[in-house]
């Protein structure tokens, strides 16, 4: 029969091929050894190690093929011998099926617990509570979905592979079936859409508490910088306006609206445990997204449209320390929209504190306006009485270093 | 051998519908106008920029790794973009761009989509080819050409559209805040209404057929379920597609005309942009009303061509079919007012997030019935493991990974938290980019038959397709875990980040596994182009399956079926019917040669039917019997 001489031919050639191959490839196996040891700067030991891997691949390829012509061979003696079919790969596809499902299902175990518990601790805010309420309540019954319809997945297709002593069942519909798969998710979803929404709204649209009014704080995103202004005693942060934008007045800061005159820079977001802190956000360039993980808050900062988002942190600095059992733990904010370059690297630190804590840091800061600033705004160029003249120089630094984050 | 793959044979005597011309290389296989052909070309130009953004998740995957090492090869090829053998930033974020414009737009839309309504919509409806194969031929080149521009974006200075694959200005429309906003955006812009311009002279094309060029016989409710997801899906692109341009056209005049439609309030440095009055959520708006039914464009053909390797491989009506349109025809409508999820954190109205909160939640329900309806046809099957099914059987199991996570993502309360965060990289790329792959796989290995008339190795199949599902889960099912503990995507390197360093170790988990899983595929590549000339030559039917496509001769003749167009007389699901001699019933044998496996539903209350089936079988008590 032709085709066993030309198996048999093809055969001869491979085993040529592999023969080469595998001198060739531990020739160049020797040559990289010998090459890395030098440390040389040139290039060929790097093509050499590179074609190395590309024999080395070719040499599985050529493995496989071998494989796969043995099987066939096998399969075809079977067949001239009239003996039934040697491999049944419905059985062995099945069979794998099956084998998918056990892994998969202790893979899925695995992760859940070990890849799971390096992910975020509590929630830091009063909101973030319900949304990881409401996370665990959907990943519970995802989680029973999941392999709920995995098993049966699987399942099925290995009891139900093929054999030729049966028939499969005739069963094109059954409206019954059909309406209770589609009400019963439908119903669910409600549930979830329900507890979503409601959420939702507690979020965005909160009731203000006369005493308990928020401390306002603008986030003012750059490439690749964030600035942070406080609003001051007056509690309003003052307004500003893009065109004013200059070398010295980096947020472009209108300081002939009073509301302007205290309001302080800072290097980072220090926030005082349980009062509310309602965040005014926008940018100066691209769009950024302002996230703060630990506290469940993100929201984009678009140029030309300021945003707001209200929360209350719960968890100060040091109690995450002692929950976490991690004595380097720090709270941070980070860019969470692609914005360029430089966009894996926008980070700052925020840190709760009890409120006489923040008290005491906040009168560090130093105000925005600046000798410079007043005589560009035709301000009268006065000390302010509890701002001495190295806080004034503090807001200098201040301001080089953002500049020099600019640039 | 009598067949040779590529060359068709012509049979001039059955030819009878066509006026015949002598066919030239350059009008049969470049220029060519036959549906089966200009597939073909769809697929092949698929495949091809699915090898290239594979190889571009690699190199990403590779920095992602091994964010400290130095890959002196990799300068070899990049050049000046990964210097020392380190990939750079800005390069960095140009092939995750380019990665997601490709396997979204060119591989899971023409590529899938073109192939598979290309070939199978004149096929399965009784067809002799498209409404217009003139602008059927267009379609391809205008994709072709598109393929062409965003290719050469890589040979440009300042390097290709790196924006991410959304391009949300202000960054992808100011040169000066990244490199790729330059000459690479505006070849991206250029790439994508040419590509636009294909998809709806496809779209419209497959809807005219469809409706209008169906044989005797096949009505809507007798259409295979892959020709409701084909039809579906062309009017889903030929409604939102537009918009895209739309929203293109006005970045394009932000870019190089001076106009602020996006732009507004914008300081570069100390350089302040004279914009005012524009939105860049305007964007956002425009790209998602199309971008969301894009995400469905990209299922649906899967949905369809897995629910019906399934039937087939299982010997098993599909479960459900009229449920299964109607949960096709539902998505497609809810599709379109979903679009605001991908927004819910963009400072958007949060009134608004609450509305399509609802709105997207509601849409998991007719994918949930979709998930049971495949899960009941499996079940009291007799499964047949053909690499298609094999394939059909993963892309299930993907959708429903990917499908439950959108619960979390859709509540928007949920995703404050994950939104651009690795979770919906893992949520994405299970439920609509692996699902749909592994459906358009299926789809391959299914109707190689039918393109090239030979027979795809199924034992390489099996190898492609266990490496590749192990493996894809490998990949995308850790990413969830980055998500949840706030990894943002499109970071460059986790180095920077106290916190996420403890994730390097699982980024070179993956990062193996995406290798792996890339070099299963040079067995499919293998097999495909190895059986377009040395497969085992197919037969007519080779997989028992009932529908049209399979009357047609092995030598795929142009105008398809040598005589008359066959008349169809039964849905497409008659798989293992009680009382049949066959374990399947194909379209075109009228119910008179099947009186014995006839059921009452079959008629659709046509009383004339149902009289002489009842006479037939008061006649023949012994059959009624054995039902």
């Known amino acids: ?407 | 051998m009598s067949t040779i793959s590529l060359h068709d044979t012509h049979n001039h005597d059955n030819h009878d519908d066509h006026g015949h011309h002598k066919e030239t290389f350059l009008t049969k296989y470049v220029f060519s106008q036959d549906h089966k052909m200009i597939a073909k070309q769809f697929l092949i130009t698929g495949i091809i920029m699915a090898v290239i953004a594979m190889g571009l998740s690699i190199l990403f995957r590779l920095q992602l790794a091994w964010p400290d090492k130095d890959f002196p090869i990799l300068e070899t090829f990049l050049g000046k973009w990964a210097e020392g053998g380190r990939i750079k930033p800005d390069f960095y974020l140009a092939l995750v761009t380019i990665h997601g414009t490709i396997m979204v737009f060119f591989v899971l839309t023409a590529g899938l989509s073109g192939t598979f309504s290309n070939l199978l919509i004149p096929l399965q409806i009784g067809a002799r080819d498209m409404a217009s194969p003139f602008l059927n031929m267009l379609s391809y080149w205008f994709f072709f050409a598109a393929c062409v521009i965003m290719m050469s974006s890589f040979f440009i200075q300042t390097g290709p559209a790196s924006a991410g694959w959304t391009v949300y200005p202000p960054l992808s429309a100011l040169p000066t805040a990244i490199s790729g906003s330059g000459l690479g955006m505006t070849l991206w812009l250029i790439s994508m209404v040419l590509f636009v311009a294909s998809s709806l002279m496809g779209g419209i094309n497959y809807v005219s057929t469809i409706l209008n060029m169906r044989t005797k016989g096949m009505d809507l409710w007798k259409m295979p379920l892959t020709i409701w997801a084909f039809f579906l899906t062309a009017i889903l692109g030929v409604l939102s597609f537009p918009v895209l341009v739309a929203g293109v056209v006005l970045l394009i005049f932000d870019r190089s005309f001076g106009t602020s439609f996006y732009l507004s309030d914008i300081v570069m440095g100390t350089q302040i942009l004279p914009n005012e009055g524009g939105s860049p959520i305007l964007w956002q708006h425009l790209f998602w009303f199309l971008g969301h039914p894009e995400v469905y464009i990209v299922i649906m053909p899967a949905m369809g061509l897995s629910s019906e390797i399934m039937s087939v491989n299982a010997r098993k009506p599909i479960f459900g079919y009229h449920a299964m349109i109607y949960s096709l025809i539902g998505i497609t409508i809810l599709s379109f007012i979903v679009w605001g999820h991908h927004m819910f954190v963009t400072g958007m109205n949060p009134l608004l997030g609450g509305v399509f909160m609802i709105t997207t939640l509601i849409i998991a329900v007719p994918s949930a019935v979709k998930t049971f309806n495949w899960l009941a046809t499996l079940w009291r099957g007799n499964i047949r493991f053909t690499p298609a099914m094999l394939f059909a059987i993963g892309m299930v199991s993907f959708f429903i990974s990917g499908g439950l996570t959108g619960i979390f993502l859709g509540n928007a309360s949920l995703d404050i938290n994950l939104h651009d965060t690795y979770f919906v990289v893992a949520h994405f790329h299970l439920v609509m980019g692996s699902a749909a792959i592994f459906g358009m796989l299926a789809g391959v290995y299914h109707y190689f038959p039918k393109m090239f008339g030979r027979l795809m190795s199924s034992k390489l199949g099996y190898l492609h397709f266990w490496i590749t599902f192990a493996c894809a889960y490998l990949v995308f099912f850790p990413l969830h875990f980055l998500g949840l503990d706030g990894v943002p995507r499109r970071y460059y390197a986790f180095t920077e980040f106290e916190f996420m360093q403890k994730w390097v170790t699982v980024n070179i988990l993956v990062t193996w596994a995406a290798i792996i899983a890339a070099l299963a595929q040079v067995a499919f590549l293998f097999n495909f182009f190895y059986s377009i000339f040395k497969g085992k030559v197919s037969s007519q039917n080779p997989w028992g399956a009932n529908t049209l496509e399979w009357t047609t001769p092995v030598e795929r003749i142009h105008g398809n079926w040598p005589g008359e167009i066959p008349t169809v007389y039964r849905w497409p699901y008659d798989y293992s019917k009680p009382g049949a001699d066959a374990d399947f019933i194909p379209q075109t044998v009228p119910f008179s040669q099947t009186m014995g496996s006839n059921m009452p539903h079959d008629f659709e209350g046509n009383t004339e039917s149902e009289r002489i089936q009842r006479e037939w079988e008061e006649a023949n008590p012994s059959s009624d019997a054995s039902k």
């Open chain 1, 1 to 407: 029969m032709s085709l066993r001489k030309f198996i048999s031919n093809k055969s001869i050639a491979a085993l040529a091929v592999i023969m080469t191959a595998f001198a060739n490839t531990s020739a160049f196996a020797q040559a990289a050894v010998a090459e890395t040891a030098k440390k040389p700067v040139d290039m060929g030991p790097v093509y050499k190690s590179a074609i190395f891997y590309a024999l080395a691949f070719l040499l599985l390829c050529l493995f496989i093929a071998i494989i796969g012509k043995a099987l066939k061979v096998y399969e075809l003696t079977r067949e001239a011998q009239d003996k039934p079919k040697g491999i049944n790969w419905n059985t062995v596809n099945a069979v794998l099926f099956a084998l998918f499902l056990i892994v998969g299902l202790y893979g899925v175990y695995w992760e859940y617990t070990v890849h799971g518990n390096m992910i975020l601790p509590e929630a830091a805010s009063e909101h973030g509570k319900k949304i990881d309420q409401m996370f665990n309540i959907t990943l519970i019954l995802t989680t029973i979905v999941f392999i709920a319809t995995h098993i049966l997945l699987f399942g099925f297709a290995y009891y139900y592979k093929y054999t030729n002593k049966r028939k499969a069942y005739y069963y094109p519909h059954n409206n019954t079936i059909e309406r209770v798969w589609t009400i019963v998710p439908a119903l669910v979803l409600t549930v979830l859409v329900l507890m979503g929404f409601l959420t939702w709204r507690s979020i965005f649209y909160k009731i203000e508490d006369p005493n308990n009014k928020p401390i306002s704080i603008e986030v003012t995103s750059s490439q690749f910088a964030w600035a942070i202004r406080y609003a001051g005693a007056d509690g309003v942060v003052g307004t500003k306006n893009f065109k004013l934008i200059n070398s010295i007045n980096a947020l472009g800061i209108d300081f002939k609206d009073k509301n302007t005159l205290d309001d302080q820079s800072a290097d980072e977001m220090v926030i005082p445990v349980n009062k509310p802190v309602r965040l005014i956000l926008n940018s100066k360039d691209v769009i950024h997204s302002f996230f703060m993980p630990h506290f469940r808050v993100q929201l984009n900062t678009v140029p030309g449209m300021t945003s707001y988002f209200e929360f209350t942190p719960t968890i100060t600095t040091e109690e995450m320390k002692a929950k976490t059992n991690d004595p380097t733990f720090k709270y941070l904010f980070l860019c969470n929209k692609i914005c360029g370059d430089g966009h894996y690297k926008m980070q700052k630190e925020v840190k709760v504190v009890s409120i006489a804590e923040y008290e005491a840091w906040l009168k560090e800061q130093p105000t925005y306006l600046t000798d410079d600033l007043r005589k560009e705004f035709n301000l009268p160029v006065t000390p302010v009485a509890p701002a001495p003249v190295d806080a004034v120089a503090d807001t200098a630094a201040v301001k080089t270093n953002q500049l020099a984050l600019k640039n």
